[in-house]
C-alpha cells in the first residue's frame, strides 16, 4: 500500500486491523507528527515489507499491540522517533515468524509499560539490549513469555527500580539456560508469579539482590524448571505474600531447597506448592506458619523422595482443601500428622494415595464432619497393615470410591462407626485388598448406592462376608463387584433389590464359589451380563432371576463353571444378544441345556459356545443366526452329545468355522443346507449328516 501525498494523519489506531492480505506498507506522503498512538495499526496483518524510516514520529506515545499477530519476520524499531513513546506493551506480541528485532538505536526512556512486548515471539533467537533503557517502567509482565527460541538474554543494563509487575517476564522461555538478574532492583515489585515458569532448560539463576518485600505473589514462581537442581532462597522477604501455589511444582530435579528464612504468616494459598518435586529428598519447613492458609490441595503431591515431613508447626484450621496433600509420596516412611485440623475439610481425596511406604498412620484425631467425599483416601497404601477409623464421622459422606483401594497389606479395618446412609458410590472400595481375611460391613446402609462395581474385587483372601444389609435398590452397576474374591465359598446377596444395568464379571475368578444367593435382583434392565460367573469352579448352585430382557453381552457368562451341574434359563427373555462366546464353554457337569426361549436373531459371534461341553448330553438351540459370522468350536469337543438339531440355522454370513464339531464322534446332525450350504466343507467324517431340507 501506498499513501496519497500531503496527507496530514493524527490517528493511527487500529487503522489496518485485521487487513489480512496486507504485505507490503510504504508511508510515503504521509505527514504522521501529529499521531500519537499506532495501537493495532497493523494487527493480525501479513505484512512483510514496512517503511516508516522518512516519517517524523515525534509525538507518538502509544505503540501497544502495533504489530501484534502480523506475519512480520525483520523489523527495526529504530526508524521511529520514540522519544516520547510511553506504552510498548504488546507491540510484538505472537509475531510467530519474526527472527530479527533491532533495538540498537531506539529511544526508551519514557517507555512505563513493556508488558507482553516480546510475548510469544517464537521464532526469536536473540535481542539486543544494550541502549535499552527501562528507568520509568512500571510493567514487565509477559515480556519475554512465551519466547520459546531465546538462547540467551542479556539484560544486566535493565533499570528495574519502578517496576511493579513481573508477573509471567520469563515464563516459557524454554530454551534459556541461564539468567543473571544479578542487577535487578526489585523493591517495589509485587507481582512475581510465573516469573520463571516453564524454563524448562534454566540450570541457573542469579537471584541473590532480589528484595521481594513488597511482592504478594508468588505462585508458580519457578514452576516446570525442571533442570534447576538447587534454589536458595533464605534471602527472600516473603512477609507480605498471599499465594505461594505451585512455586516449586514440577522442579524434577531440585534436590536441595533452602526456605530457611521464609515468613508464611500472610500465606492463604500453598496449593501445588511442591507438587513433583521429584528428586526433593528433604524440606525444613519447621518455620512454616500457616494459620491463615486455606488451600493445600496437592501441596506435596508426587514428591516421590520425600523420604520425611516435619510438619509438626502446621496450623491447618483454616484449610478447606488437602485434596492429595500427600498423594504419591512413595518414599515417605513416617508422617506424624496429629496436629491437622480437619474440620473445615470438605473431601479427602487421593489424601495418602500412593504412600506406599507408610507402614502406620495416626489420624484418630481428624474431624470428618464436613467431609463429603473420601475417594481414593488410602489408594495405593500397600504397606499399612490396620487404620483404626472407629471415631471417623462420615454422616455427610456421598463417596467412599476407593478408599482403601490396593491397600495390599491391610488385614484389619474397623469401620463399625461408618455411616454410610448418604453414599452414593462405593465402587473400587476394598479392591485389591489381598490381605483381608474378614471385613465386617454389617453396618452397612445401602439405601442411597448407585455403584458397586469391583466393590470387593481382587479381595483375594477374604473368607466370609455378612451383606444382610446390602439391599441397594437404586444401584446400577455390580460389576466385577466380587471379582477374583478366590476364597468366598458363599455370597448370600437375598435382600439386594436393585435393577441394574451392568452385572459383568460380578462373581468372575471367585474360584471356591459354592453357592450363589441373590434371588430378589431385578435384572429386567440388565444389558451387560458378561463373563457374570466365568472361571467359578466350585460353583454348584445358584438363586437367581435370569430373565434379563435387556441383555446384550453374555460372553463367558458362565465359562469354566467345571461344578454347575444344571442352569435354568426358562425365564430368559432377552431380545437384544449380541455376543454368547464362550457362554457355555468347560462347563464340563452339565448334561442337559434347553434355551428354546432364547431370541438369537441379533447375535453376531457364537464362537466356543458350548465347547467342552463334555458331559451334555441333550441341548435344544433353535437359533436364528441370520446375523452371525463367528461360529469356531461352537460345538467342540460336546464328546456326549448324540444329537442336535441346528435345522433353525442360517449361516449364510458365517465366516468362520473352524472346528465347529471338532471331536464329537458319533454325533447325529439335523440341519438344512437350503439355510446352510456353507457349512458343508467343514463337516467332519466322523459325523452323520442328516439333510432335512432333502425330505
Do not use: W
Not at 462407626?417 to 471385613?439: E, G, Q
Not at 448370600?492 to 459354592?514: H, V
Amino acid at each position: 500500500m501506498k499513501s496519497e501525498k500531503n496527507c496530514s494523519i493524527t490517528s493511527m489506531i487500529s487503522t489496518f486491523e485485521n487487513c489480512k492480505k496486507l504485505k507490503e506498507f510504504r508511508i510515503d506522503g504521509f505527514n504522521v507528527e501529529l499521531v500519537k498512538s499506532t495501537n493495532k495499526m497493523f494487527y493480525n496483518t501479513s505484512l512483510s515489507i514496512f517503511n516508516f524510516s522518512s516519517y517524523n514520529t515525534k509525538n507518538l506515545e502509544d505503540m501497544s499491540y502495533m504489530l501484534a499477530y502480523s506475519s512480520i519476520r525483520n523489523f527495526s524499531l529504530n526508524i521511529f522517533n520514540t522519544i516520547k513513546v510511553k506504552n510498548m506493551s504488546n507491540l510484538f506480541k505472537n509475531c510467530t515468524y519474526m527472527t530479527s528485532i533491532d533495538l540498537s538505536k531506539v529511544n526508551t526512556r519514557e517507555v512505563q509499560d513493556t508488558s507482553n512486548m516480546f510475548g510469544s515471539c517464537i521464532s526469536i533467537q536473540n535481542l539486543n539490549f544494550s541502549v535499552f533503557i527501562t528507568s520509568n517502567v512500571i510493567n514487565m509482565s509477559y515480556m519475554f513469555h512465551n519466547c520459546e527460541s531465546l538462547m540467551k538474554l542479556d539484560i544486566n543494563n535493565f533499570d528495574t527500580n519502578e517496576v511493579i509487575d513481573m508477573r509471567n517476564m520469563f515464563d516459557n522461555c524454554e530454551s534459556l539456560t541461564s539468567l543473571n538478574l544479578f542487577y535487578f532492583k526489585t523493591k517495589k515489585v509485587k507481582n512475581m508469579d510465573y516469573m520463571f515458569s516453564g524454563c524448562s532448560y534454566l540450570y541457573f539463576i542469579n537471584m541473590s539482590r532480589f528484595d521481594t518485600s513488597l511482592v504478594t505473589d508468588m505462585s508458580y514462581m519457578f514452576n516446570g524448571c525442571d533442570k534447576l537442581r538447587s534454589l536458595d532462597l533464605s534471602h527472600f522477604d516473603t512477609s507480605k505474600v498471599k499465594f505461594m501455589n505451585g512455586m516449586f511444582k514440577s522442579l524434577y530435579s531440585l534436590n536441595e531447597l533452602n526456605l530457611n528464612n521464609f515468613k508464611t504468616e500472610n500465606v492463604e494459598n500453598m496449593q501445588e506448592m511442591f507438587q513433583y518435586c521429584k528428586n526433593l529428598t528433604s524440606i525444613d519447613l519447621s518455620g512454616f506458619n500457616t494459620s491463615k492458609v486455606k488451600n493445600m490441595n496437592k501441596m506435596f503431591d508426587s514428591c516421590y523422595n520425600l523420604a520425611s515431613l516435619d510438619l509438626s508447626s502446621f496450623n491447618t484450621s483454616k484449610v478447606g482443601n488437602m485434596e492429595s496433600i500427600f498423594s504419591q509420596c512413595h518414599s515417605l516412611i513416617y508422617l506424624d500428622i496429629s496436629n491437622f485440623d480437619t474440620s473445615k475439610l470438605i473431601n479427602m481425596n487421593n489424601f495418602f494415595e500412593g504412600c506406599s511406604s507408610l507402614t502406620s498412620l495416626n489420624i484418630s484425631s481428624f474431624n470428618t464432619a464436613n467431609v463429603k467425599s473420601f475417594n481414593s483416601m488410602f489408594k495405593g497404601c500397600s504397606k499399612i497393615s490396620s487404620l483404626e477409623l472407629s471415631k471417623f464421622n462420615t454422616s455427610n459422606a456421598v463417596s467412599f470410591e476407593s478408599i482403601f483401594n490396593d491397600c495390599a497389606s491391610l488385614r484389619k479395618v474397623n469401620l463399625s462407626s461408618f455411616d454410610t446412609s448418604k453414599v452414593t458410590s462405593m465402587s473400587y472400595m476394598f479392591s485389591n485388598c489381598i490381605s483381608l481375611i474378614s471385613l465386617d460391613v454389617s453396618n452397612f446402609n445401602t439405601n442411597g448406592v448407585t455403584s458397586m462395581h469391583n466393590i470387593f474385587s481382587n479381595c483375594s483372601s477374604l473368607r466370609n462376608l455378612n451383606l444382610y444389609n446390602f439391599i441397594g435398590k437404586k444401584v446400577i452397576s455390580l460389576r466385577g463387584m466380587f471379582k477374583d474374591c478366590h476364597k468366598l465359598t458363599s455370597i448370600d446377596l437375598s435382600n439386594l433389590e436393585s435393577s441394574p444395568d451392568n452385572i459383568g464379571s460380578m462373581f468372575e475368578n471367585c474360584y471356591s464359589l459354592e453357592h450363589v444367593e441373590i434371588s430378589k435382583l431385578i435384572t429386567d434392565n440388565i444389558h451387560f451380563t458378561d463373563h457374570l460367573f466365568e472361571n467359578c469352579y466350585s460353583l454348584k448352585s445358584i438363586n437367581m432371576n435370569f430373565s434379563m430382557k435387556s441383555a446384550m453381552y453374555l460372553m463367558g457368562i458362565f465359562k469354566n463353571c467345571y461344578s454347575l451341574i444344571s442352569i435354568d434359563l426358562s425365564s430368559f427373555k432377552s431380545k437384544n444378544i449380541l455376543s454368547l462366546k464362550s457362554a457355555f464353554e468347560n462347563c464340563i457337569s452339565l448334561t442337559s441345556l434347553n434355551l428354546s426361549n432364547f431370541i438369537t436373531d441379533k447375535a453376531i459371534d457364537m464362537d466356543y459356545v458350548f465347547n467342552n461341553c463334555s458331559s451334555l448330553t441333550t441341548l435344544i438351540v433353535p437359533f436364528n443366526t441370520e446375523r452371525t459370522t463367528r461360529m469356531r468350536n461352537m460345538f467342540s469337543f460336546c464328546k456326549k452329545l448324540t444329537s442336535l438339531d441346528i435345522r433353525t440355522f442360517n449361516t449364510k454370513k458365517v465366516r468362520i468355522f473352524t472346528d465347529i464339531f471338532l471331536n464329537d464322534e458319533g454325533l447325529n446332525l439335523y440341519v438344512d443346507f437350503n439355510k446352510s450350504s456353507n457349512l458343508k466343507e467343514y463337516l467332519p467324517h466322523y459325523i452323520n449328516v442328516n439333510d432335512i431340507s432333502q425330505r
